[in-house]
């Protein structure tokens, strides 16, 4: 019987990387829940349903949390004169009582992200 290999993990260091870049010594498994509840929360919005979020990175300093969101339609997410960055960015602060930033990053080729 063979033995299952996550694929991120299994790539990790090779051609792929993380995909949260901090550290912290104290408060670390509280910041780690965090981000699996900002990835959640991201993913599970109705309004971006149909972005085509591939990779939601993370990114901590201090007291601000850089989220980047990876999709192949970055127009859904950023709406008419970056209004639905601004609205994510300040829900993500009233759910999570952080500052953040938010940036979105286009994927140009999505038929090669899987």
């Not at 991120?8 to 870049?21: A, I, L, M, T, Y």
């Not at 979020?53 to 850089?66: D, H, L, Q, Y």
């Amino acid at each position: 019987m063979g033995q299952k290999i996550h694929p991120v993990g299994f790539r990790v260091g090779v051609n792929r990387d993380w995909e949260s870049k901090w550290y912290l010594d104290k408060g670390y498994a509280k910041a780690l829940v965090e981000d699996f509840h900002i990835r959640d929360y991201i993913k599970t919005r109705k309004d971006l349903a149909n972005a085509s979020i591939a990779r939601v990175e993370i990114e901590r300093a201090a007291n601000r949390v850089k989220v980047t969101l990876h999709t192949a339609k970055p127009g859904i997410i950023i709406g008419r004169g970056g209004k639905g960055v601004d609205d994510l960015r300040a829900l993500l602060e009233t759910k999570f009582k952080k500052s953040f930033q938010a940036n979105v990053s286009e994927i140009r080729h999505p038929e090669l992200d899987a």
